[in-house]
């Protein structure tokens, strides 16, 4: 499968055949072979049963619940980590290394601890809770909580994928667009957001990605009624503790086929917005 | 090339090796080896469901105080706590339970089904079908019961708010559902299409399903969700007594559920280390005057009251119960009819969710 | 994924040339930036600082007394030894993979790069229970290996060995995916120059590329180790929840919690989070590095 097509040079480097024999080996150990014992366990179910499996009514709420939020997750996070990246690169105001330095701990704070403490801030004698339960937004047990917790750690994804883009924003063009008479306003439109699409796109889809099998916090914070609010891991983590294995790994084989599908269509479109842009200079 | 590719298979069973040899497994992260590893030492796992953590870490105790006045062995006990149905499926999938003390006797089952761990007839190997202690389903309502929640007709009034687990993957929340069923079948002269239909408008007046009994009870204690919890009797006096008295207090329904967690010896595990006759006496101190006044102290009903403490009797309300067996023909029938994909509880959720 | 190291070097660069200019054509208006400002800090606080600070509030709500009363448990302190236990092998196993994909990756080329690359970022596209259940899968008792395990006694889901392979799965991308773009970017002129020089692999290894790479090494295992520390879905999946045995600080939190011992699930949360804050003191330390080398690169 992996053969050398052509020597870069006459003086090649050594190890070649070392490092990738070691790195198809350590991902056939640990990656492919765990994966293709989930495939085989589905598979083993029946072309029949797997499919009946993965489309029950509750199973399908639990997608588009799953996705839903995830999607609406990783927007929100676009939205605002636009808003929070721009404000970090381009913005100098007192406190911005201890905002910089905050954007990467939800991807190192236990998904549990988060859940906990969004359940405690939001649930409606919590802090923020007591002050939205009269103005009658309910967070915590709703699809909302769940949104807020994928939100919390999809964070530090699209701020940092689109930190360095916007860094690397060339202030030439801008001017240029400016001195063309372009108004401050288009050139947002029409210059720096097609040059930091890509970056955003990328952003997107690791926060997407990462939300979708997110269960750690999301149990915290929703209340796990079947068609309602409950989201695919959990429906997975529930058909084992009833000894349905096949059912669950139909369901976590479903999973990963949709959202890594999800992953390869952004990546594809954002090399297609990257072509786009790099055309139109 | 030889070289290298000699280096990488050494590297790699040197990666493996590291995984599968020195893990604390039985080494230093474990607190209950430092204990020590002479003659006559044996290390119990008991492996058990939610609420009965603080009843095990006291019984434990008794228990090798107990034994090793008796036998001269020093015993170190490991405690696994997590809702029945995980914890069942640990077992059977290799975790090294030498006894299990589960929520209902039908997560015992699957794994005596499913394993040649310990025989099928597990169950009839104990007193009071290996029941050292039982509990029943009450409702916990907050202080004053400003919502008047006197029986189960009332969790399924408009505007009341039912706070339970869900039966799927919660022991407590199957005796929970049960208790209703049963109620509804006396009351309405055993109309099964009319104790679906009372079932189905308590859980349309649940807002929240947790995953356990330890989840639900503090989504009704801390998170102040819901007018009432439906919880185990033991769950509810321990609530009590450790989340405040001043806030919570307990309502006897006029009939309810006899829950029976049956405890087991998994022969085959505890022989394979040699731990057979610990497990053993294990689960008969169980049944002994010391260990029956433990079971009462931590709010379990004895099956023995005579060794309780009579103050701790005192605790518990006299209520009729009726048993799994009774009503719906055991847990495997119960089991396939209610639980199972597809079942009754399914359904009825399937239905409030399109809102019929 | 987390940030790029190559491209912060970029960024660092590029603002830093770029800051003497903000009040040209370039700039918006002064409200509009304190707009930005104001929404930033407003929606971090709202996701991030509030539960954070709750963390801390809960933690020591009955004073400093019953918060460090937390640690004075053998189930606490065997918790924090398997969570170190099980970072001190995931991150350098995935650092050694990490740099050799990243030198086959970067250094050669050779047919289906792109295929290794996608599976290599394939573990970020599993769920983390999912990650957890392959591997009771392959090694419980009813699945490919377990029967064979356990007749020669080798005890891997339900021990430390299945809790650090999940965690290796679960951060198993991490360390390569720094590498691999930044190695790609630096080309194999240098390496070459060695080489020709007569420098050995290893030598040119170790005295060439490593020093280029180090930064974004680094950052690499930092992430990793962040990440390593705090698992809690494909853990909990594997662990079996023996209490002293394979629960690792997460899985502590959870049962304290369900114990309804909360002082102590915050305080033992609030240790987690304090590793998380110390693990981003060192990466700020680390970019502020990077950004003086860069500076001192640019003035010759």
């Not at chain 3, 040339?17 to 930033?40: C, H, K, M, N, Y």
């Amino acid at each position: 499968m992996f053969r050398r097509t052509a020597s870069t040079s006459a003086r090649a480097l050594p190890g070649f055949g070392l490092t990738l024999g070691y790195t198809v080996l350590y991902l056939s150990l640990i990656v492919l072979l765990p994966l293709s014992a989930l495939l085989l366990r589905a598979g083993g179910l029946g072309w029949d049963q797997f499919w009946e499996t993965v489309t029950h009514p509750r199973v399908v709420a639990s997608y588009r619940l799953t996705f839903g939020t995830s999607l609406a997750a990783a927007t929100i996070n676009a939205v605002f980590g636009l808003v929070v990246a721009w404000t970090l690169v381009r913005l100098r105001f007192p406190g911005r290394r201890l905002l910089d330095a905050l954007i990467d701990l939800p991807f190192a704070m236990p998904t549990a601890v988060s859940g906990i403490a969004l359940a405690a801030v939001y649930s409606p004698h919590g802090w923020l809770g007591q002050v939205l339960e009269p103005l009658g937004v309910k967070v915590v047990y709703t699809p909302i909580g769940i949104m807020l917790a994928l939100t919390l750690i999809g964070l530090p994804f699209v701020v940092r994928t689109l930190q360095p883009a916007i860094a690397d924003l060339e202030r030439e063009t801008e001017e240029a667009a400016a001195s063309l008479g372009a108004s401050r306003w288009q050139t947002h439109r029409r210059v720096i957001f097609p040059s930091i699409l890509p970056a955003l796109m990328t952003g997107f889809a690791l926060a997407l990605a990462r939300a979708i099998g997110e269960y750690g916090s999301v149990i915290f914070v929703s209340s796990n009624l079947p068609m309602k609010t409950e989201i695919a891991s959990l429906l997975i983590v529930s058909k084992l503790d009833q000894y349905d294995v096949g059912g669950a790994t139909a369901i976590a084989v479903m999973m990963l086929f949709i959202s890594f599908g999800m992953l390869l269509v952004i990546n594809g479109l954002q090399r297609l917005a990257s072509r786009r842009y790099r055309e139109a200079l | 090339m030889s070289l290298n590719r000699s280096w990488l298979l050494s590297s790699t069973l040197a990666l493996m090796a590291a995984l599968s040899g020195c893990g604390p497994a039985d080494g230093a992260a474990a607190p209950s080896t430092a204990a020590g590893k002479g003659r006559g030492h044996v290390t119990l796992l008991n492996v058990s469901y939610d609420p009965t953590r603080e009843l095990y870490e006291e019984f434990n105790a008794a228990f090798k105080r107990q034994y090793e006045r008796q036998t001269g062995q020093t015993v170190t006990i490991d405690q696994s706590h997590g809702g029945a149905g995980k914890q069942a499926r640990a077992v059977i999938d290799g975790v090294k339970a030498d006894v299990l003390t589960l929520a209902i006797g039908y997560d015992i089952d699957q794994i005596a089904r499913r394993t040649d761990l310990l025989p099928t007839d597990w169950q009839s190997r104990l007193e009071n079908n290996s029941c050292p202690y039982t509990t029943t389903i009450v409702f916990l309502v907050r202080r004053g019961n400003p919502k008047g929640i006197n029986d189960w007709e009332d969790l399924a009034r408009d505007g009341v708010e039912v706070i339970t687990p869900n039966p799927k993957t919660s022991g407590g929340a199957r005796y929970n559902y049960l208790a209703a069923w049963g109620y509804a079948l006396r009351k309405f002269g055993h109309d099964e299409l009319k104790a679906r239909a009372f079932v189905k408008s308590i859980y349309k007046n649940v807002p929240v399903l947790g995953s356990g009994a330890r989840d639900s009870t503090i989504t009704f204690v801390q998170r102040g969700q819901g007018d009432v919890l439906l919880a185990w009797e033991n769950e509810a006096l321990l609530a009590i007594a450790q989340l405040g008295a001043d806030a919570l207090e307990i309502v006897v329904p006029s009939v309810s559920i006899l829950a029976e967690p049956p405890v087991a010896v998994v022969d085959k595990n505890a022989a394979s280390h040699g731990a057979l006759a610990a497990a053993q006496a294990y689960v008969r101190y169980l049944y002994s005057p010391e260990g029956q006044r433990i079971v009462a102290r931590h709010y379990y009903r004895p099956y023995q009251p005579r060794f309780a403490d009579p103050e701790d009797l005192k605790r518990f309300a006299k209520v009729e119960t009726f048993t799994v067996n009774d009503v719906f023909g055991g847990w495997p029938r119960a089991q396939a009819q209610h639980f199972d994909d597809g079942g009754v509880f399914d359904v009825i959720q399937n239905e409030l969710a399109q809102g019929r | 994924m987390g940030p790029s190291a190559a491209s912060a070097h970029r960024g660092i660069a590029a603002g830093h040339a770029a800051a003497p200019r903000l009040q040209g054509t370039t700039a918006d208006a002064r409200w509009l930036e304190w707009l930005f400002i104001g929404v930033s800090w407003a929606f971090l606080a709202l996701v991030l600082l509030v539960p954070l600070g709750a963390v801390f509030c809960e933690a020591l709500r009955e004073g400093l007394r019953a918060y460090f009363d937390a640690f004075d448990d053998p189930y606490a302190w065997s918790a924090i030894r398997l969570t170190l236990f099980t970072a001190a092998i995931a991150v350098p196993a995935n650092v050694v993979f990490g740099l050799a994909a990243s030198w086959a990756i970067a250094k050669f080329e050779f047919r289906g790069k792109t295929v290794l690359i996608t599976l290599i970022d394939l573990p970020f596209a599993v769920a983390p229970v999912v990650s957890g259940l392959i591997y009771v899968l392959l090694f419980g008792m009813t699945g490919w290996f377990g029967p064979w395990l356990a007749s020669h006694d080798i005890q891997i889901i339900f021990a430390a060995p299945g809790v650090v392979l999940a965690t290796i799965f679960v951060t198993f991308p991490l360390v390569a995916r720094e590498l691999i773009p930044l190695m790609q970017e630096q080309g194999t002129d240098e390496e070459e120059a060695a080489a020709s020089l007569g420098a050995g692999g290893w030598q040119t290894f170790r005295r060439v590329t490593l020093p280029n790479i180090k930064w974004a090494l680094m950052y690499g295992v930092i992430l990793c180790n962040a990440r390593a520390m705090g698992e809690f879905g494909a853990v909990s999946v594997v662990s079996g929840h023996l209490r002293g045995k394979t629960h690792t600080m997460p899985l502590h939190v959870e049962s304290l919690y369900n114990e309804y011992n909360f002082v102590a699930a915050f305080a033992v949360a609030s240790l987690l989070a304090m590793l998380a804050v110390a693990t981003l003191a060192v990466k700020t330390a680390v970019q502020w590095r990077m950004q003086r080398e860069l500076q001192d690169s640019a003035e010759p």
